[in-house]
């Protein structure tokens, strides 16, 4: 798998963004994989290429294998590695053209944030971080690991009441709640998920929902991240409780993903990304 974007080398990525439905076609000890859209009913989404032998899968499936397809593809998370394996004979034969994504969570780069860099916070580039943080009372703070029977139902009250405020015209309450509760039914489930809660002042403000990519043993991937903005600095204050325990655990980096909105990108940008990684979607449309 593509190894500069580690969403890409987490399997429950795969899961959560395939919910609708992951189907696999393998040759000679490649595969593609494909699902469903997880919003749009009309749409197949593709995971990208890595390899020449994957490219030529793509062609197959989309000459062959139509009628697995819906009418509207669109290959995800590309970057400039996996679009140079695609070839201009392949783009033009189906009708496929680079753009950027305007849906799902890589509309804005994907940010991988220093633990070390975020729990020491000095420089300027840091001084809004340590202004949120300053604003939490950390003797009214308890942060432990997410267990499903004590935190599920606390979460999904955080869920509900982040989706009421947050639809739009692209988001309903149902395409918003969806990821997380996919996620939280899963982490009660299957072994690898792990997650991490907070009560600030005896009330729930947030969690964050964790995997490690199997390429790097030194890295978290955080696959779903809410906190209640009614406290004042609890999301940044979660972001550095969460860099406490993954330092507790060896992690150098903390992949936090993408944005599909500004805001988010902004509060993103505020943990000093140590990189970023710009995401586009290839469509036949």
């Not at 490649?30 to 859209?37: G, K, L, N």
């Not at 989404?45 to 139509?66: A, C, M, T, Y």
Request: glycine letters at 4%.
């Amino acid at each position: 798998m593509n190894q500069l974007d580690s969403y890409l080398c987490s399997p429950f990525y795969f899961l959560l963004t395939g919910r609708k439905g992951l189907k696999v076609i393998n040759c000679n000890d490649s595969a593609i994989i494909f699902s469903d859209h997880p919003n749009l009913e009309d749409e197949t989404i593709i995971f990208p290429p890595s390899s020449k032998k994957e490219v030529r899968i793509l062609d197959f499936l989309f000459s062959s294998k139509r009628y697995l397809l819906k009418k509207n593809l669109r290959i995800i998370r590309c970057n400039n590695m996996s679009y140079g394996l695609i070839s201009q004979s392949i783009m033009s034969k189906f009708n496929l053209q680079k753009k950027n994504e305007y849906l799902l969570d890589w509309k804005y780069p994907s940010v991988t944030i220093s633990v070390r860099s975020v729990l020491k916070m000095s420089g300027k580039n840091y001084k809004d971080l340590r202004y949120n943080i300053n604003k939490v009372d950390s003797s009214k703070v308890v942060f432990e690991e997410y267990k499903h029977q004590l935190h599920y139902e606390d979460s999904l009250k955080l869920i509900n009441k982040w989706c009421k405020r947050n639809t739009s015209v692209l988001f309903n309450e149902s395409n918003l709640s969806a990821p997380y509760l996919y996620l939280l039914n899963q982490i009660k489930m299957v072994e690898g998920l792990f997650g991490y809660v907070m009560y600030y002042k005896d009330n729930f403000v947030a969690f964050n929902i964790l995997d490690k990519p199997y390429n790097n043993m030194y890295e978290f991937i955080s696959l779903a991240f809410l906190a209640d903005v009614d406290f004042k600095g609890i999301p940044s204050y979660m972001r550095y409780k969460v860099c406490e325990f993954a330092k507790s655990q060896l992690i150098n980096t903390i992949n936090i993903g993408g944005a599909e909105t500004l805001g988010l990108y902004r509060f993103k940008k505020k943990l000093v990304p140590s990189r970023e990684l710009e995401l586009f979607s290839i469509t036949n449309q």
